[in-house]
Every structure is written in C-alpha cells, then in structure tokens.
C-alpha cells in the first residue's frame, strides 16, 4: 500500500511540474508574440540601413532583422517537440530564447 501511494505521490509531483512548465511554454510564447509588433515597425524601418549604401554591417542589420521571426517560430516549434518529448528542461530553454533579444533590448533602452 505505501508502495503505490509513493508511485502516486510521484507522479502528481511530475505532472505539477510539467504544468508549470506548460505555463512558461504558454508564458513565453505570448510574450514571443507581443514582442513582434513592435518588431514589425523596426523591421521595416530596418531597410533604411541602406541609405547610406550597401554595406556589410547593413546587410547583416537587415538580415538580423528578418530572421529574428523565423528563429523564434522554430524555437517554439522545438520546444512543443522536446516537452512532448519529455525533456523538459531543453523545451524551457527553447521556448524562453525568443524573449531573450526584446528583452535585452528593452533593458539597454530604459537604461541609455
């Protein structure tokens, strides 16, 4: 009898824990998703990179740009993968590399 209670008690410890771990997945995807709108206005102002010619350092301004949308889809897809997959901790990380970027980015302007 102390046997299965322990399985049981297991077992609700794991699936609270992946719930929480559901929650940041939801969490961070939202936020994934609230941070492409003002995305969206830098990254068409972005191409004003060129005016001054094609460079580089605009090219990889521009580029940086646009792949960010495209990092963050695959992101999200790999994390849902690797929470199906159990590996929990990987699909965490995945899943907050997106918010990474606007974040930092929001930091460095509120303190500039």
Same mark, same amino acid.
């Given at each position: 009898?102390?046997?299965? !209670?322990?399985?049981?008690?297991? !077992? /609700?410890?794991?699936?609270?824990?992946? /719930?929480?771990?559901?929650? @940041?997945?939801?969490?961070?995807?939202?936020?994934?998703?609230?941070?492409?709108?003002? @995305?969206?206005?830098?990254? $068409?102002? !972005?191409?004003?990179?060129?005016?001054?010619?094609?460079?580089?350092?605009?090219?990889?301004?521009? $580029?940086?740009? @646009?792949?960010?949308?495209?990092?963050?889809?695959?992101?999200?897809?790999?994390? @849902?993968?690797?929470?199906?997959?159990?590996?929990?901790?990987?699909?965490?990380?995945? !899943?907050?590399?997106?918010?990474?970027?606007?974040?930092? $980015?929001?930091?460095?302007?509120?303190?500039?």
């Amino acid at each position: 009898m102390a046997a299965s !209670s322990l399985e049981a008690s297991v !077992s /609700t410890n794991q699936r609270s824990r992946r /719930t929480g771990l559901m929650v @940041w997945l939801v969490m961070s995807q939202v936020a994934t998703l609230v941070a492409l709108v003002p @995305w969206l206005g830098a990254a $068409l102002m !972005s191409f004003m990179a060129f005016d001054a010619g094609v460079q580089p350092g605009a090219v990889a301004f521009v $580029l940086g740009m @646009w792949i960010y949308p495209l990092l963050a889809l695959l992101c999200i897809i790999l994390a @849902w993968k690797f929470y199906r997959a159990q590996k929990d901790k990987l699909a965490a990380i995945l !899943s907050g590399l997106p918010v990474l970027p606007p974040m930092l $980015l929001g930091i460095l302007l509120y303190v500039l």
